[in-house]
């Protein structure tokens, strides 16, 4: 998608999304870092900020979101918020918001009913001088690593005597690929009574995927089978094939399925601020099941895609269905963590 400062605009578009994965069978929709605003300026973001209570008793902007759950039926991962923090930062009120205060991005994931499943605020702050960006003038750093054990990302058991699978096969796909299903209120087999649970689901946020540590704690201390990389990566580094080589890295080093959501385009009239786009899903033996194009990518298909309603051809979603059996297969076929234990007792780690 392709976030700005109007809120609301933001919020329609991720309606349509929702819309879309909903029809298209999805348990959950993966949503890229500032999908619910995108400013041009670290003031602006600031004071945007709005407090993220689990109680959900003060107003906020999840609250919409927790609504937009409910009503699609539909997990959401909402891949990046400016959280507000009560504390004063220690850079000068003018570079940041008023009085100089912090926010953190940070990562919230939502059940179908609405509730917080998981929250993980951003460990590792993109300052990147080259295109005037520097996160860690205004945003506190996260200290923790957070996983979603119950979320659902693949295939389950369905009230139906058609299959999703079988659905799938009778449009021409097979096995973990990403071809869309027909719509689960035109055919209501393939609406899970059960959600599939996938998980657990690792959570990190863009500038996170270059440090592979993170992932690597994620998938080994805390089991993570799936990973989430939401994302406003630059166009600068997209086009240096950063993206997609360290998300297939991240994959094949954990064997861990990825889905990466990503902003894509220019996000404000008149502002400078531009993403790479090509949203993509791995799965764990490192294989692109589905990709969206990039913002310089403006022929060709979406692989795997289901076109949104804007007139941008990059803007929509793309459906994959990770399994869970089959993640483990590739890690029963090479048994990496055995192999990672064995190696760190020899050099005493």
């Known amino acids: 998608m392709t976030s700005s400062s109007n809120r609301l605009a933001n919020y329609s578009a991720i309606r349509r999304l929702a819309r879309q994965a909903r029809d298209a069978g999805a348990s959950i929709l993966f949503l890229p870092e500032c999908c619910c605003f ?45 959280e507000k923090r009560d504390e004063v930062g220690g850079t000068p009120p003018s570079s940041v918001g008023e009085g100089g205060k912090k926010m953190h991005n940070t990562h919230v994931v939502l059940r179908d009913d609405g ?23 205004s945003t506190e750093p996260g200290d923790s690593l957070v996983v979603v054990p119950d979320a659902p990302c693949g295939e389950g058991e369905f009230d139906t005597s058609v299959s999703r699978k079988e659905a799938r096969e009778k449009q021409g796909g097979t096995g973990n690929q990403s071809k869309s299903l027909p719509p689960s209120h035109l055919f209501p087999q393939n609406r899970p009574t059960e959600r599939p649970k996938t998980g657990p689901l690792g959570l990190s946020i863009c500038y996170d995927l270059r440090f592979p540590e993170l992932y690597q704690r994620l998938r080994f201390e805390k089991e993570a089978r799936v990973l989430a990389v939401p994302a406003a990566f630059t166009e600068t580094t997209g086009r240096q094939g950063h993206w997609e080589v360290l998300l297939r890295a991240r994959a094949i080093e954990t064997q861990c399925a990825v889905v990466a959501a990503a902003q894509v385009g220019h996000h404000n009239e008149g502002g400078r601020r531009r993403s790479w786009g090509q949203a993509m899903i791995v799965d764990a033996s490192g294989k692109v099941l589905a990709k969206m194009k990039s913002a310089d990518d403006t022929t060709g298909e979406k692989e795997g895609g289901e076109g949104g309603d804007s007139d941008d051809d990059n803007v929509g979603i793309i459906v994959a269905d990770l399994d869970a059996a089959a993640i483990e297969g590739v890690r029963e076929k090479m048994p990496v963590a055995e192999h990672r234990e064995a190696g760190r007792k020899v050099l005493g780690l």
């Open 38 to 82: 995108l400013g041009e300026s670290a003031a602006e973001s600031v004071a945007a900020a709005s407090p993220l209570d689990d109680d959900e008793e003060h107003g906020n902007v999840v609250d919409y979101y927790r609504a937009l759950a409910r009503e699609f039926g539909l997990w959401l991962s909402l891949g990046g918020i400016q």
């Open 115 to 137: 509730s917080t499943a998981g929250r993980y605020r951003k460990v590792h702050l993109f300052d990147f001088a080259a295109e005037g960006l520097h996160e860690s003038r």
